[in-house]
């Protein structure tokens, strides 16, 4: 009884324990919750501050003028770059990191001779290509993109050497202060040297611009030629720029890279000069092509929004707003890539667009002139040697090429006004990305709301519309051109899978819409159903 007893009085006070830790835990677990909720507040809330910042900090002037700067400041800014104690300790950071990473380093010089090897092959094939393509426009378009790959590839050697280095430095074990400077030096030169390169090879003989998009020899060759020069000039003073900028604690006020980022706007306006100054090869062609165009009309000026911004960037820099400068600069170089982006995207959709139609085009021919060889014998057996009868036979084959003729153009156009719509969008979006958060009347748009829609959404739901518009109104010659060629069908199948399409691309465009702009289902359904 004793021991039962014992027991009974054992097995109570476990289980008040186990009562009392689940309790405990319970407890942890809620103050676990509203420590993860408190956390996740603090970082929207930080977020929100930061995006506030970003978009309304951009005009505040984060240092003195340049012209005004004190002697002090000036000599603590060469100081940084003649303390020979600071290279000493690169070189220690260097040596360094070769003794602890010897294979890994051997390796990379390897791979760095082979890739360099390897470079002069693969501009070879590039040329290659470019040939195959300038003598046969039906060259299947997948060679194209070889060469815009292989392109990318060979110029990605300088850029990612840097780049390479640039981590290296900034992981070794040790590392000081001109380490990290040289790597973010690096890191900026790279970027540069990319933005730069890809534009040269593209340029080069026999490249993309030269045998695919058939540019104009002296357009391409001014382009080359600028941007080589650009690389000798501003991937050094890139690498100055970002090294000044790590050596000053971030702080943007660095008296040397301030001075060498405002020669560089002053070079980069030189440069916009030589691209597109009136008599410019470039603007020529651009002229050529479109003699009654806006360019065309406008061709004594457009130098200058690019000698304009190059000076207004260097101006910023010079005032003491270096902070919005280099923001400005680099935005700036973005959205240059997304325009060459754009450019590349619309040269390589009309290559495709060009082969085929040549396809098209030798196919009818081919049909009609086997409908011609197979009513020539029937046309002589029933009428002899009449050479009216003849004459009425071969008669009406002019309406029929004419009607090819116009099918054609028809084709090209309304393929054309896809890529355009395309490409429109991508441009309007991708600027939209890259300045929103600069700009508050472009930041506010993602803030801004209509009901349960923000702005941002209301725009792409009308830029959705829009190419939904284009698209449906010109699918007959993009389909014609990409999809219908090849199959063995009449007019009447052809006309049903356009239309087919046409209802497909509209009832996609209303999903989308109504999606962006929060519309429950329920309530747009039946318009589906009535267009089914």
Not at 313 to 341: D, K, N, P, T, V
Not at 380 to 398: I, K, L, Q, R
Not at 420 to 445: H, K, M, N, R
Not at 490 to 509: E, F, H, L, P
Request: hydrophobic share 55%; proline share 4%.
């Amino acid at each position: 009884s004793e021991a039962r007893f014992a027991a009974k009085e054992a097995y109570e006070k476990q289980a008040r324990i186990v009562d009392q830790l689940q309790a405990t835990y319970e407890t942890h677990f809620q103050l676990v919750t509203q420590l993860d909720t408190v956390q996740r507040e603090i970082a929207a809330e930080s977020s929100e501050y930061a995006q506030f910042i970003d978009e309304r900090v951009l005009w505040i002037r984060s240092t003195s003028p340049l012209f005004g700067e004190s002697r002090q400041r000036v000599a603590e800014s060469v100081a940084r770059w003649t303390n020979g104690e600071n290279w000493r300790s690169l070189g220690a950071v260097v040596w360094m990191e070769l003794k602890r990473h010897p294979v890994t380093y051997s390796l990379g010089f390897v791979a760095f001779f082979l890739w360099f090897y390897y470079h002069h092959r693969l501009r070879l094939r590039i040329g290659a290509i470019g040939r195959m393509v300038r003598n046969n426009p039906t060259v299947p378009l997948r060679r194209s993109f070889e060469a815009f790959f292989l392109t990318i590839v060979v110029s990605l050697l300088s850029p990612g050497l840097m780049f390479l280095l640039s981590w290296r430095f900034g992981v070794a074990v040790g590392s000081s202060a001109m380490a990290a400077a040289v790597s973010e030096g690096l890191f900026l030169a790279a970027c540069t040297c990319l933005f730069l390169e890809v534009p040269r090879r593209i340029c080069r003989g026999n490249g993309i611009a030269d045998a695919h998009f058939l540019w104009p020899k002296e357009a391409t060759a001014r382009l080359r030629n600028v941007m080589r020069l650009s690389l000798a000039v501003l991937v050094p003073a890139a690498f100055i720029i970002g090294a000044a900028e790590a050596l000053s604690g971030h702080a943007r006020d660095d008296v040397a890279g301030r001075a060498v980022f405002v020669l560089a706007m002053l070079f980069s306006a030189v440069m916009a000069w030589l691209l597109f100054r009136p008599r410019s090869p470039i603007v020529q062609a651009l002229v050529t092509r479109s003699p009654e165009g806006l360019l065309a009309r406008s061709r004594n000026f457009l130098f200058v929004p690019g000698i304009a911004l190059a000076l207004a960037l260097g101006g910023l820099a010079a005032a003491g707003l270096y902070h919005a400068a280099m923001e400005l600069a680099w935005r700036s170089a973005l959205s240059l890539s997304l325009l060459f982006g754009l450019v590349i995207a619309y040269g390589l959709g009309l290559r495709w667009l060009v082969a085929a139609r040549v396809r098209l085009a030798r196919a009818r021919l081919q049909r009609q002139r086997q409908a011609e060889l197979a009513a020539q014998p029937a046309a002589a057996n029933d009428n002899g040697d009449d050479p009216t009868a003849v004459s009425a036979a071969e008669g009406p084959s002019e309406p029929a090429e004419v009607a090819e003729e116009i099918d054609a153009a028809t084709i090209k156009t309304q393929s054309q006004r896809v890529i355009w719509a395309l490409l429109a969008i991508a441009g309007t979006v991708g600027v939209w990305s890259i300045w929103s958060e600069v700009f508050p009347a472009l930041g506010a748009l993602r803030h801004v709301t209509v009901g349960n829609t923000s702005l941002a959404h209301i725009a792409l739901a009308v830029l959705a519309a829009i190419f939904a518009y284009v698209a449906s109104r010109n699918l007959p010659g993009l389909l014609e051109v990409s999809v219908l060629q090849h199959l063995p069908i009449d007019a009447g199948a052809r006309y049903a899978v356009t239309t087919i399409c046409r209802y497909s691309i509209v009832i996609a465009a209303v999903v989308v819409v109504t999606w962006l702009v929060r519309f429950q289902w329920s309530k747009i359904q039946w318009l589906v159903a009535a267009m089914l």
